[in-house]
């Protein structure tokens, strides 16, 4: 805290957000999908799933278990072979356009900062999405300061470590983002320190409505920070709910259940 205000502060004017325990409405709606790629490779398989506004959903698996094919679904960049995907009760297929609206997606490869700073990366994204000049400006200062990233603010992309231009990526996504983020493990090479004060700003933009999917490798994060958890094996969703619910009816932690819930380091194939 610095002079009475907190890194917060430049969220002060944001909308109030859902009462607690008043379920949101499904943003997110992921019905029956399946991804079939050629040699019948299946990376989703008859997958049900739902995000709702005010909720970050922690999605777990192998590698190879088919969770990034299924945000590529979600964001409008594949397309599913059966069943059906809805962003805010549009079809990312039919409505591309719509789509990248909605979903802010953050993916998995690091973000291409050759040339760019953070700073202009972030105020750039918040440009395209339709911010004037000093809000952009204003976005990308308020994304490095929660995210403790300030002192690399005008530090060439091809300078930076690996955890900041991750951080860099992050704030890239967020800046205007969708009424849906989907960020694939947004956290690697990121320090604990910062890790903390990602999933914090995460947690915040679902405060105030957003519908949040998190893909993660790490079982401890999710399990800590996420409202919901969804585990994939092989393309399927083999177990999901509340991280305090699962340890109450299985007598254990995420830690302990998941290796009994998944084969043994996945197909390799799809991530």
Do not use: D, F, M, S
């Given at each position: 805290m610095t002079g009475g205000r907190t890194k917060r502060s430049w969220w002060r004017h944001r909308p109030a957000a859902p009462a607690v325990g008043v379920p949101g409405r499904a943003l997110l709606e992921i019905d029956h999908v399946s991804k079939v790629y050629a040699r019948g490779a299946r990376a989703n398989d008859d997958i049900c799933l739902q995000v709702t506004e005010g909720e970050v959903v922690a999605l777990l698996g192998h590698n190879g278990a088919g969770k990034t094919t299924l945000v590529n679904q979600v964001a409008g960049l594949a397309v599913p072979t059966s069943g059906r995907i809805r962003v805010a009760g549009h079809d990312p297929v039919a409505e591309p356009a719509r789509a990248r609206a909605i979903v802010s997606l953050m993916?998995?490869?690091?973000?291409?900062?050759?040339?760019?700073?953070?700073?202009?990366?972030?105020?750039m994204l918040a440009r395209i999405r339709g911010a004037s000049r000093t809000e952009a400006r204003a976005e990308a200062d308020g994304l490095l300061s929660v995210l403790d990233a300030q002192v690399w603010a005008d530090t060439p992309g091809d300078r930076l470590s690996g955890g900041i231009r991750r951080l860099t990526a992050y704030g890239m996504t967020a800046a205007r983002a969708g009424r849906i983020m989907v960020l694939d493990e947004p956290t690697n090479d990121v320090d604990p320190v910062r890790r903390r004060l990602l999933w914090q700003d995460i947690a915040g933009r679902a405060a105030i409505g957003r519908a949040v999917l998190v893909v993660t490798h790490n079982i401890g994060e999710a399990e800590t920070y996420a409202d919901r958890v969804v585990i994939l094996d092989a393309g399927r969703v083999v177990l999901q709910g509340i991280p305090a619910e699962l340890r109450a009816t299985h007598a254990v932690g995420l830690e302990e259940l998941y290796p009994t819930l998944v084969g043994s380091g996945g197909r390799g194939e799809y991530a």
């Open positions: 993916p998995q490869a690091h973000a291409p900062l050759a040339g760019v700073t953070p700073r202009q990366a972030i105020t």
